[in-house]
T-cell receptor
Framework: EAGVVQSPRYKIIEKKQPVAFWCNPI?????LYWYLQNLGQGPELLIR????????DSQLPKDRFSAERLKGVDSTLKIQPAELGDSAVYLC??????????FGPGTRLTVL | SQQGEEDPQALSIQEGENATMNCSYK?????LQWYRQNSGRGLVHLIL?????REKHSGRLRVTLDTSKKSSSLLITASRAADTASYFC???????????FGKGTLLTVNP
């Protein structure tokens, strides 16, 4: 089966610019996650979706971050405006329910 | 915040040797999972052990879980250069399927 697809793989922007990341989960996976991973750290959950509903967004900085999962399939994570500290790898993952999560390759964001 | 904490932070061994990594966590869990991350394949699930299990095997991997000590270990036997990667433990607790990752152990297997 095809894995989790993310795009772009790399993005370089200047601070205060907007940026968006896209994720297509594995077919049939109802649960979708967005994680942030800083260098030398483990992934940290930003938001979790069950179908189209955001069921855990407690770690999402809502002043500048937003996410959507229209029709319960693809998802988009947006940052507006980006700050220097947002430079990191943004990972998308999906799963059926509890247990194993399948991760995409990530988007490496550099904010200059 | 990260619940799991891996030990050691970095480990360097020779091909063929065994590698052991440890993970400690703070709160009760439903299960504990180990993931591997390298630049070539991203983050990949290795093994899951449930809170009522004490030991689990998968190929060259052996995982133990001690819920009384809130700790787990991952043993990789007969290591290969291709095992070079960062290894993360992740705990799942509560009813929301949320995974909390540690900072990882960087394993280097020298040929």
């Amino acid at each position: 089966e095809a894995g989790v697809v993310q795009s772009p793989r790399y993005k370089i922007i200047e601070k205060k610019q907007p940026v968006a990341f896209w994720c297509n989960p594995i077919s049939g996976h109802n649960t979708l996650y967005w994680y942030l991973q800083n260098l030398g750290q483990g992934p940290e959950l930003l938001i979790r979706y069950e179908n189209e509903e955001a069921v855990d967004d407690s770690q999402l900085p809502k002043d500048r971050f937003s996410a959507e999962r229209l029709k319960g399939v693809d998802s988009t994570l947006k940052i507006q405006p980006a700050e220097l500290g947002d430079s990191a790898v943004y990972l998308c993952a999906s799963s059926r329910m509890e247990g194993e999560q399948f991760f995409g390759p990530g988007t490496r964001l550099t904010v200059l | 915040s990260q619940q799991g904490e891996e030990d050691p932070q970095a480990l360097s061994i020779q091909e063929g040797e065994n590698a052991t990594m440890n993970c400690s966590y703070k709160t009760s869990i439903n299960n504990l999972q180990w993931y591997r991350q390298n630049s070539g394949r991203g983050l990949v699930h290795l093994i899951l052990i449930r809170s009522n299990e004490r030991e689990k095997h998968s190929g060259r991997l052996r995982v133990t879980l001690d819920t009384s000590k809130k700790s787990s270990s991952l043993l990789i036997t007969a290591s290969r250069a291709a095992d070079t990667a960062s290894y993360f433990c992740a705990t799942e607790g509560g009813s929301n399927y949320k995974l909390t990752f540690g900072k990882g152990t960087l394993l280097t297997v020298n040929p």
